[in-house]
């Protein structure tokens, strides 16, 4: 396993056929995925438990959970157990816990557990539609809660933690449940839920309310998409910019919706809104409501709460690192049971990317030593016409020099993934190439 993950990330978006040395080379690999006596889990742990000791040396530790579908093609045979997305399209999906750190801008810690899930047959899509006996909140609350809960368990007290998640998991059951066992999270409200009363809403509250903060807030671009299962807000194309935001906040009383499947009869959170009053034209605004057990009661615990819901999107940069940095969903292995093995071997590689990305944009002088080999690093410098490297080149630097050899430009801003990937590709051929002609000389 050690071997194939160094084989792997020194070019994570290469096949496994363009790694492997030799046609025996790729046989090993491949028994290895498809080994029966090897388990995800198992290949998975390790990063699991750095991941923890890491945790262990921060104050304050933010877990981003969500979940992302792999979608796989099959032409001429099906892959065993892969499933069916809700799409209707091959594959399965897998619910993630990623932790970072709020006092290093971020800075991505690594994994600390995963869910995945996969429907066997196409009918059995029907068997997850609500019905009265087990309504939609509660079909949506039992994976975050179990992550969340594992995860706790894992930390044992070893840093403050706080849960965020998005709209998916607005479900009674889920916060009552975690704020029942003093489990800190934020999560995006979807339903904008009634008071005691049963008359007023959450939203009432906030109309009567005054803006107490104003904040600017850099708003990446996105594609637009749909909500993935029918829930969860649908994402409108989005132009990159800088938001005036407007910030409320306020203490309030739930009562449990009659069709919730929950033994907590109420229970009070504090809500935060923030809102983009006037909007650029033609542009979605900015409107997220911050369902939270975390303080309100100065500016600065709301501005907190507003700073720990924007590390959510760490996890979203994270799947990209993972599907495009290494290239998971083009990976050609015929059962559920190998891809998961190989989504366990390459899920650490893809938070060694993105840890990569992060530091070169918030610790620019950080020594490249810290992230890859002297030998990468030679020959690295040999190959590199772009970005020239020094004697003693920072992580920015070398992530710069590597998007160079995929061929992107400085004059076009930070790289992406596609081009991080195509210049570990390319660096993947000059190691092997100086290796055989080490051994060469050897001989």
């Not at 388990?39 to 262990?56: D, I, K």
């Not at 992060?358 to 690093?377: C, K, M, N, V």
């Not at 190959?383 to 630097?397: C, E, H, Y």
Request: glycine share 6%; hydrophobic share 40%; net charge positive.
């Amino acid at each position: 396993m050690a071997k194939l993950a160094e084989q792997v990330s020194k070019a994570p978006g290469l096949s496994f056929p363009q790694l492997a040395a030799n046609p025996s080379e790729l046989e090993a690999t491949y028994r290895f995925l498809s080994n029966e006596n090897i388990t995800w889990q198992a290949v998975l742990e390790p990063h699991v438990q750095a991941t923890v000791g890491r945790c262990g040396q921060e104050e304050q530790v933010v877990v981003v959970h969500d979940t992302s579908e792999f979608s796989f093609k099959t032409e001429n045979e099906a892959r065993e157990g892969i499933g069916y997305l809700s799409s209707g399209q091959t594959g399965f999906e897998a619910h993630f816990a990623l932790a970072v750190s709020l006092e290093a801008k971020g800075a991505p810690l690594g994994l600390l557990g995963v869910i995945p899930h996969a429907r066997a047959k196409k009918s059995d899509r029907d068997r997850t539609r609500p019905t009265r006996k087990r309504p939609r909140e509660q079909l949506e609350a039992d994976r975050w809660r179990k992550l969340a809960v594992e995860t706790e368990q894992r930390l044992q007290g070893r840093a403050k933690v706080v849960h965020v998640m998005d709209s998916e998991a607005d479900s009674y059951p889920l916060f009552a449940e975690l704020a029942a066992q003093k489990i800190g999270f934020v999560v995006r409200a979807y339903h904008n839920r009634y008071l005691e009363d049963r008359m007023s809403t959450m939203a009432d509250v906030f109309e009567k309310s005054e803006s107490q903060l104003f904040r600017e807030v850099p708003i990446s671009p996105r594609k637009g998409r749909k909500s993935r299962g029918g829930k969860g807000r649908a994402n409108l194309r989005r132009n990159g910019r800088v938001a005036t935001l407007r910030i409320k906040s306020a203490r309030i009383e739930f009562p449990r919706p009659k069709t919730a499947q929950s033994t907590h009869e109420r229970v009070a959170l504090n809500v935060v809104k923030v809102y983009e009053s006037e909007p650029p034209e033609d542009q979605p605004p900015v409107e997220w409501i911050l369902l939270t057990t975390e303080p309100i009661d100065t500016p600065d615990a709301v501005e907190r709460v507003v700073d720990i819901y924007r590390l959510r999107w760490k996890i979203e940069e994270y799947f990209k690192a993972l599907k495009t940095g290494c290239a998971y969903e083009r990976r050609q292995l015929m059962s559920l049971h190998s891809l998961l093995n190989a989504l366990a071997l390459l899920a650490p590689i893809a938070w060694r990317l993105l840890l990569m990305r992060h530091l070169a944009h918030h610790d620019e002088q950080r020594p490249a030593g810290d992230l890859i080999s002297r030998a990468e690093l030679d020959v690295l410098r040999a190959i590199s016409t772009r970005v020239k490297l020094g004697p003693a080149p920072s992580v920015q630097q070398v992530l710069w020099a590597i998007a160079g050899l995929g061929g992107h430009l400085k004059n076009n801003g930070p790289p992406g993934w596609q081009t991080i990937w195509a210049g570990f590709g390319v660096l993947a051929v000059a190691l092997r190439a100086v290796a055989s002609m080490k051994t060469s000389d050897q001989s």
